[in-house]
């Protein structure tokens, strides 16, 4: 029981193309050490929001697949899913989050819900297909946030508006029916209790004046964790540098060479400083890709071996239990919503 009345921190993993060695060193290795930090002192709600992934069109054969692959990824990266503190599941087993979503819907106004940013771009982008699921997914989050009493989300600056409309439904709601849910930190605080993005970018390999990114079409430009070790030492040897024909960390006017580094350092778990004296000044371009490329190669025969090592057995048996422990929590809260609009029955006492 104890272990329920930690503050909960929340964050949904969402992936549906090939993550790149970016969004690992980025992404996936900050949220682990995150997770290694507050474990203990805070309950850790890591969640694949899988009824969030079709809101645009998708190809819905590898959904099922990518949603355990997904959590792979994290497992590999070093998340510990057998810590008391860490839950992880699968956002569409749990049916209370449809169900909750439900309710807030008849609490939230199609106005508010018109000047959501994210829709907007989005409905523009995807214009011949704007869905009801692409205009509601922000209640939908509402719900997910609000069934554990999360506090804190840590999000990037592209999902403020709808934390904030989650602290205003919840809001509304206990105005009028008392405290039912926890009202997340607002978004300043949260990004003051987490830094979730350090403003750490990996450089495109073919034009490291842009980041790496998975959606990219140049297959050269980006590592994806799915290359073959072979395939990465290519990509790397291949790397757009510069003319300078000198070493140097300075990612103004040497962003490929100075991203290489980068990459070595943090492969290797040696400070910039000290790859840096090691490298700086030398000449021999080549050389010093030889030994990022074969850090990347590396880095991704140990991590595919311990992607391999976990089975889908092993994964599923684990967010089962997982879930029956979320679906307890989820069920509560919904409960309580359920009570206050009139659809259960209030115990008394
Ligand atoms: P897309 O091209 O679809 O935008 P992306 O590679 O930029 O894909 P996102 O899904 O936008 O990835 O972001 C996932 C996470 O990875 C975010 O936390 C983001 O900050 C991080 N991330 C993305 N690209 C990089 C990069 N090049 N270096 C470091 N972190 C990155
Ligand atoms: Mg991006």
């Given at each position: 029981m104890e272990l329920m009345t930690k503050p909960t921190i929340l964050t949904g993993v969402r992936s549906n193309e090939e993550p790149t060695l970016g969004n690992f060193l980025g992404a996936f290795v900050p949220m682990v050490e995150m997770q290694k930090k507050y474990a203990g002192e805070y309950q850790i709600n890591m969640f694949v929001p899988d009824l969030h992934s079709f809101t645009t069109p998708i190809d819905h054969t590898t959904l099922y697949k990518n949603t355990l692959k997904n959590l792979k990824y994290f497992i590999a990266a070093g998340?510990?899913?057998?810590?008391?503190d860490v839950f992880v599941y699968r956002q569409?087993?749990?049916p209370a989050h449809s169900e909750l979503t439900w309710i807030l819907d008849c609490f939230t106004y199609t106005g508010e819900m018109s000047r959501m940013t994210q829709f907007k771009e989005k409905s523009g982008e995807h214009s011949e297909s704007v869905t009801m699921g692409l205009f509601n997914y922000p209640v939908l989050m509402a719900a997910d946030i609000l069934l554990y009493n999360a506090k804190y989300v840590p999000v990037g600056e592209d999902q403020f508006q709808h934390l904030e409309i989650t602290r205003d439904i919840a809001t509304r709601f206990n105005n009028k029916f008392g405290e039912i849910f926890t009202i997340p930190a607002d978004t300043k605080t949260q990004t003051g209790f987490i830094e979730?993005?350090?403003?750490?970018r990996i450089r495109s390999?073919?034009?490291?004046?842009k980041k790496m990114s998975k959606?990219?079409?140049?297959?050269?430009?980006k590592i994806l964790l799915s290359d073959t070790p072979e395939q990465a030492v290519k990509k790397i040897m291949s790397a757009t540098t510069d003319s300078i024909g000198e070493i140097n960390f300075d990612f103004e006017t040497q962003p490929g060479i100075s991203s290489l580094l980068q990459i070595l350092s943090l492969l290797t778990g040696r400070t910039q400083e000290e790859v840096n004296a090691e490298w700086?000044?030398?000449?021999?371009y080549g050389e010093f890709k030889r030994a990022v490329a074969d850090a990347v190669g590396t880095f991704l025969t140990d991590f595919q071996a311990r992607l391999a090592s976990i089975s889908d057995e092993q994964l599923i048996a684990i967010l089962e239990h997982s879930e029956r422990r979320m679906a307890e929590t989820a069920n509560a809260t919904l409960l309580r919503a359920q009570q206050a609009v009139g659809l259960r029955p209030k115990v008394e006492g």
């Open positions: 998340l510990d899913i057998n810590h008391p569409s087993y749990i979730r993005d350090k403003g750490l390999l073919t034009d490291p004046s959606s990219s079409n140049d297959e050269k430009s700086v000044g030398k000449t021999q």
